[in-house]
C-alpha cells in the first residue's frame, strides 16, 4: 500500500510535538518491509527511546543501541503459539495456500512462547542504555 502520507515526515512532526511532554517516546513500527523499519530507525535515532518493529511474527536478532541513544530492534516477535502459521493452525492455512479457496483460519494452542524486549533508559533524556530480547517457552 502506498502511504497516504509520508510516514517519515509525520513521525518527525509528531516527535517533535511529543517531545514538548517527554523525551521518553517508544515507536512501534508495524510494518512488513524490513527495509522501511532499519530506515525509520536511522531517521529517528535520537529523537526516541526505542523504535521497535513489529508485524512479520518472527523476532529478528539484531537489538542494538543506535549511536545517538535509541533502542532498535526490526521486530519484537510474536507472543502466541509457535507450533502454526503465524499464530494460527497449520493445516487450515496450508489449505488455503494449496486450494486457494476461503478458510476460517483458527488460533493454534500449542507450543506458545513469548517474544518481547526489555529496554533500560534513562527517563530524564530519554536515551537508551540498553535493549535485550526475551524468548520464553510457556508451556
Given amino acids: 500500500m502506498q502511504p497516504v502520507e509520508c510516514p517519515f515526515r509525520a513521525a518527525r512532526a509528531e516527535i517533535e510535538r511529543i517531545r514538548r511532554e517527554t523525551p521518553n517516546i517508544i515507536v512501534d513500527v508495524h510494518a512488513e518491509a524490513t527495509s522501511e523499519k532499519i530506515a525509520l530507525g536511522w531517521h529517528l535515532d535520537g529523537l526516541v527511546t526505542a523504535l521497535l518493529g513489529t508485524h512479520t511474527h518472527v523476532q529478528t536478532a539484531d537489538e542494538k543501541i543506535l549511536p545517538e541513544g535509541t533502542a ?37 494452542e500449542k507450543d506458545v512462547w513469548i517474544n518481547a524486549v526489555v529496554v533500560d533508559f534513562d527517563d530524564k533524556t530519554g536515551k537508551a542504555n540498553s535493549i535485550e530480547r526475551i524468548q520464553k517457552k510457556l508451556n
Fill in 72 to 108: 532498535y530492534i526490526t521486530d519484537v516477535g510474536m507472543t502466541g503459539p509457535f507450533d502454526s502459521v503465524i499464530g494460527r493452525k497449520k493445516e487450515q492455512i496450508l489449505t488455503r495456500f494449496i486450494t486457494q479457496l476461503p478458510v476460517r483460519f483458527e488460533m493454534a
